[in-house]
């Protein structure tokens, strides 16, 4: 058996396994949530411990050494210009397909209108979270964020405090400043490549701890929540949300894939398993990051694609994440008894989009952003007269997300995938291809 093939067998069982362990031995429906959430942390502490600390340990020295080899590799800076904003078009317009599918299920199917009324109730007077002040909401918040992260004031502020998006601006001017001096910038690209091919070989170690932390994470996430809230009055919202990331993992990019890269989109997504595996198993599109480049060059993308576009995706490309929150605002706009008018749905796209974009690549990193979105139609209502929605309401979904959250980060992935493989072709490794590529 091949040692992918290993690995992938390991991962999947160790899914199994923690699931039936979660299930069996660790939840406990007569518990308060505060008693189980204890009952179980040691998992997940474990969990964080074993695998997920290594990860992260990593992840943003490989931000910066995949991104600058990248952007040194492609050499031309107008190259890197016209592969930089292909693949932030490419994003932005996958986000914005896969929200429109979220929301258009939501619109049809009005998952929130069979939430019970004691779970509506609990969520109205619950304790709502932390509003953001003034001047931090709606459309204008979204901007602003996504701008000081563009636009960082500390290198390594930014790389302390995992700042992805601010590090990846940082190193794209470090990249052009070394190819405008030349051959000057060699011993020092030659250092960072060297740098690049020991974290990578540290990678493929820390890889095989996979089914172990997957294991313990899982076990975690289905002993915390329990399997049996899946059937709750939740059931439909937790169906739509998977049926619209099925359509948009395995119908929309599948077809943008086929198309724009000209590539096999299933046999490549096979090539994916080892990254899109731990995705689900982790819900970290940051901490799935190595995996992610190291799965994609063997599954068919340039080195030069994926050391530019996967770090960039894994920040800025949520196509999962803007798709959950859209059904989301929805839902919990629907549970409240809102009747949304299109105008509202087009505020719920553009802003879902945007936040997506400022998500945090970590779990449960979509549920800050959600509040941004709600209050962006809550400025609407307002201006109509009608009350707004309560920011508590995100206390509805707040018992899904974890599971949720791993379904949508798989997806998250799997679209950073594609966007590599789509950019090899204006970024292969092969001078000759690059040269027809720019032709």
């Known amino acids: 058996m091949r040692r992918t093939n290993l690995l992938t067998a390991l991962v999947v069982a160790a899914l199994i396994v923690g699931a039936l362990i979660g299930h069996a031995f660790l939840w406990d429906a007569n518990a308060t949530p505060e008693a189980q959430e204890q009952a179980v942390a040691g998992w997940r502490e474990a969990g964080n411990l074993l695998f997920i600390r290594p990860l992260m340990l990593i992840v943003i020295p490989l931000i910066f050494t995949s991104v600058l080899t990248g952007i040194v590799s492609i050499g031309d800076p107008k190259r890197l210009g016209v592969v930089g904003g292909a693949t932030l078009v490419f994003y932005v317009l996958t986000m914005v397909l896969a929200v429109a599918v979220g929301i258009t299920l939501a619109a049809t199917f009005e998952p929130g209108a069979g939430v019970s009324p004691d779970l509506v109730a609990q969520a109205a007077g619950g304790a709502a979270p932390v509003a953001p002040a003034a001047g931090e909401t709606g459309l204008g918040a979204a901007w602003l964020a996504i701008a000081r992260q563009l636009i960082p004031d500390n290198f390594l502020r930014a ?26 910038a060699r011993p020092f690209t030659a250092a960072v490549e060297a740098l690049h091919e020991a974290l990578m070989r540290l990678v493929l170690w820390i890889i095989w701890l996979m089914p172990l932390g997957v294991l313990l994470l899982v076990a975690w996430g289905v002993g915390r929540f329990g399997l049996a809230t899946l059937a709750s009055s939740l059931g439909k919202f937790v169906l739509i949300v998977v049926i619209g990331l099925a359509i948009h993992m395995f119908i929309t990019l599948p077809v943008v894939l086929r198309v724009f890269g000209g590539a096999r989109p299933f046999r490549y997504m096979w090539g994916m398993r080892p990254a899109l595996l731990m995705a689900f198993g982790t819900a970290s599109s940051m901490a ?24 960039l995706g894994a920040t800025v490309n949520m196509d999962g994440t803007a ?9 919990m706009f629907q549970a409240f008894g809102y009747d949304l008018t299109f105008a509202q749905y087009l505020v719920i796209v553009l802003t879902a989009t945007l936040s997506a974009i400022g998500a945090a690549g970590v779990p449960g990193g979509s549920l800050a952003t959600i509040i941004i979105i709600v209050t962006a139609v809550n400025t609407t209502l307002r201006g109509a007269g009608v009350d707004p929605l309560p920011l508590s309401a995100i206390g509805l979904i707040l018992a899904v997300d974890r599971v949720l959250d791993m379904c949508r980060t798989t997806v998250n992935v799997w679209g950073d995938s594609v966007g590599a493989r789509i950019m090899t072709r204006l970024a292969p490794d092969l001078e000759e291809e690059r040269e027809r590529a720019f032709a």
């Open 159 to 184: 790389a302390v405090e995992r700042q992805a998006l601010s590090v990846i601006s940082a190193t794209i001017l470090l990249g052009v400043g070394l190819i405008a001096i030349g051959e000057r």
């Open 288 to 311: 799935t990051l190595p995996v992610t480049i190291e799965a994609a060059q063997e599954a068919g993308a340039s080195k030069r694609a994926a050391g530019l576009v996967l770090p």
């Open 323 to 331: 798709l959950y929150q859209g059904i989301a605002v929805v839902f």
